[in-house]
């Protein structure tokens, strides 16, 4: 258990909809990175925020937003969902933005049906 | 930028047989590589990793990586296959704002 937890673990819904997935870091990282994994595509870095902000973006398409709360969870918005949406989605955390060892979750699974 | 490259999408070993799983990076600064392993229908799960410290890297699990600089490289070995070592191994280098490049993962199968 690395102490980075997801929620859900799965999610099914349907083109076009919205989904919110939310990641909790272990206690004390204050840097939040959300990761797609994809067959297509294999694991590719969408966002970094570090104690609430935003510090370094990726792959991430514009239908996609994140956020990191005051109290460090964070959420990343999926909206007018595709196929091609389908994937895992994995949140990771650090101590510090230098990200020395990020920890992962155990991801959440996405499938757009 | 940063790159890494894995060889082999997928190895076979025989139970109580050496791994060997490739990985050669390209990086313009000194690297920070890792190794991670994720398991069926799981997470991702840090095995090792090179911070520009000691050359040869030991992890959990009876693994270790050797980072040689002159051929751009950073292979994983355990001298023993277990069967729980069946998994997906995915190599990975620290990029640009600090995110995680990572390989296209192997798959490791341990035969009986």
């Known amino acids: 258990d690395s102490g980075v937890t997801q929620t859900p673990k799965h999610l099914i819904t349907a083109t076009g909809q919205r989904v919110t997935l939310r990641c909790s870091p272990r206690s004390g990282d204050l840097s939040v990175y959300w990761y797609q994994q994809s067959l297509d595509q294999g694991l590719q870095f969408l966002i970094q925020y570090y104690n609430g902000e935003e510090r370094a973006k990726g792959n991430i398409l514009e239908r996609f937003s994140a956020q990191q709360f005051p109290d460090l969870h964070s959420e990343l918005n999926l909206s007018s969902l595709e196929l091609g949406d389908s994937a895992l989605y994995f949140c990771?955390?650090?101590?510090?933005?230098?990200?020395?060892?990020?920890?992962f979750g155990p991801g959440t699974r996405l499938l757009v049906l | 930028a940063q790159s890494v490259t894995q060889l082999g999408s997928h190895v076979s070993v025989s139970e109580g047989a050496l791994v060997l799983l490739r990985c050669n990076y390209s990086s313009s600064v000194p690297p920070y590589l890792f190794w991670y392993v994720q398991y069926p229908n799981q997470g991702l799960q840090l095995l090792l990793k090179y911070t520009s410290a000691a050359t040869l890297v030991k992890g959990i699990n009876g693994f270790e990586a050797e980072f040689k600089k002159s051929e751009t490289s950073f292979h994983l070995t355990k001298p023993s296959a277990h069967m729980s070592d069946a998994a997906e191994y995915f190599c990975a280098v620290r990029g640009s704002s600090y995110k995680l490049i990572f390989g296209s993962g192997t798959r490791l199968l341990v035969r009986p």
């Open positions: 990771a955390s650090s101590v510090t933005a230098a990200g020395e060892t990020q920890y």
